[in-house]
């Protein structure tokens, strides 16, 4: 009798068990050698995301990466990241030493934990709800209007929008019991109406509502949504006409050694690197070698990568799309106008209320989160004049009249927008939101002071 094998999904997870076991990360975590950065390595068996997940976990404690060297060749890989704080200083709290150590070390399971942030998994705290449509002013407004009407509270979202398109991610709860929606009937209702909102006027361009139990990785997944949306494709005069903020993306092949060489110089923030790696690897790229200097005011970025089939950029079309993709990327989360900040006690149809203020006064939000804590509602929101002029004291004064002055605070000063912001493609986001020196050099890789 002929003997079969049957193969079942498990025998993967099985053999990376295996591999694991047999080859432990090594993490190695240094606050003496540098003078001004805590220097963390991690020394692992390489598959495909297991890049995105380190980095993941040092931008999920909000960290700042000021340098980094990347190093993947074979079957095993090499991260070297220096890191600040906030306030940049070195990383002390022995709590957050302590979580590195245990997320990235011998005994996490970041190796597979990538499949659950991204996935969805059963819970009954909250329900997730995914939009995908087109941007327009007040739209948020509209959005919040039909969950408070629907007995549903926002607890946590975040929304970003690029060139014309919006997409959020948010968490809400059922005003009586506190917890998930759970009633088939307000489900459906939620999905049909904020579908209907979506929409809008514009038919040439899908919405999507999707209603989800559980836990995802917001970032990640609004990356996920804008890019199947394809948020990156230009029309050609935009294409030819390259604004002088716009990060400077180029794609090389290196025929030496079969890679294809991405650069990119941007204006630094916080989480870029996590974008830009999010993109690489959700475009199905591997990243071979890489060197990143962030420590002035502009970021420089070197990558050796292929493709997973294991060849570089193929012809000028990839190349293109490469770099417009890494483009909307890093503009995704760019923040312009005035920040404000709300912090006051949670209730069922606040945000609501604070967006349909915001548009009655004619601002725009062009960017914000919203967080609750402890019972307290935790919001920030990034506005401007309708029309796209920075805002009038006047108005701001008069809107944190209405909603109280001890609860919308002014981070800045109308006068510091006169300063050229940076550009977003869509200045308008939801009309009224809420959130949320080289280490090495191998040949090709530069060192930027």
């Known amino acids: 009798m002929e003997a079969t094998v049957s193969y079942s999904k498990n025998m993967d997870d099985e053999y990376e068990k295996f591999i694991r076991r047999m080859n432990p990360p090594r993490v190695v975590i240094d606050n003496e050698s540098c003078k001004n950065a805590t220097v963390i390595q991690v020394d692992s068996a390489n598959k495909h995301g297991t890049l995105l997940e380190v980095v993941q976990v040092l931008t999920d404690l909000n960290l700042i990466i000021t340098k980094a060297y990347i190093c993947s060749d074979g079957g095993w890989f090499m991260d070297v990241f220096n890191v600040t704080n906030q306030e940049g200083n070195k990383i002390m709290d022995e709590a957050v030493l302590d979580y590195i150590m245990k997320s990235l070390g011998p005994d996490s399971c970041f190796a597979s934990s990538m499949r659950r942030s991204v996935g969805v998994t059963s819970g009954t705290d909250h329900t997730s709800i995914e939009l995908i449509g087109s941007d327009r002013p007040g739209l948020l407004s509209e959005v919040s209007a039909v969950l408070t009407n629907l007995k549903c509270n926002v607890v946590n979202a975040e929304v970003w929008t690029h060139n014309t398109r919006a997409a959020a991610i948010m968490q809400v709860t059922d005003e009586e019991t506190g917890g998930a929606v759970s009633d088939p009937k307000t489900l459906s209702m939620i999905k049909k109406l904020l579908c209907n909102v979506l929409k809008g006027s514009n038919k040439s361009r899908h919405a999507k509502t999707q209603i989800t139990h559980g836990a995802t990785h917001t970032d990640r997944r609004l990356h996920q949504l804008m890019f199947a949306d394809r948020d990156y494709e230009r029309a050609s005069d935009d294409a030819l006409n390259h604004p002088p903020d716009r990060p400077n993306v180029s794609v090389t092949n290196w025929h030496d050694r079969d890679y294809s060489v991405v650069t990119i110089r941007c204006k630094d923030r916080p989480k870029l690197l996590f974008d830009v790696i999010c993109t690489l690897t959700d475009m199905e790229y591997v990243v071979f070698h890489g060197n990143v200097d962030a420590e002035g005011p502009e970021a420089y970025q070197e990558y050796c990568i292929r493709h997973i089939d ?106 510091d927008q006169n300063s050229a912001p940076q550009e977003s493609p869509t200045r308008s986001l939801f009309g009224g939101i809420f959130k949320s020196r080289s280490f090495c050099n191998f040949g090709l890789v530069r060192s930027y002071s």
């Open 310 to 415: 294991g060849s570089p950029v193929k012809s000028d079309a990839e190349r293109q799309r490469v770099i417009h993709c890494l483009e909307a990327a890093i503009e995704r989360r760019v923040s312009e106008g005035l920040k404000l900040e709300l912090c006051t006690t949670d209730r069922v149809g606040l945000l609501s209320n604070v967006t349909r203020i915001f548009r009655e006064n004619s601002l725009t939000v062009t960017r914000a989160e919203v967080a609750t804590r402890g019972g307290k509602a935790v919001n920030t929101f990034y506005v401007r004049d309708a029309s796209g002029y920075p805002v009038d004291a006047r108005i701001i004064e008069s809107v944190r009249q209405t909603i109280g002055q001890t609860i919308l605070q002014v981070k800045g000063s109308p006068e």
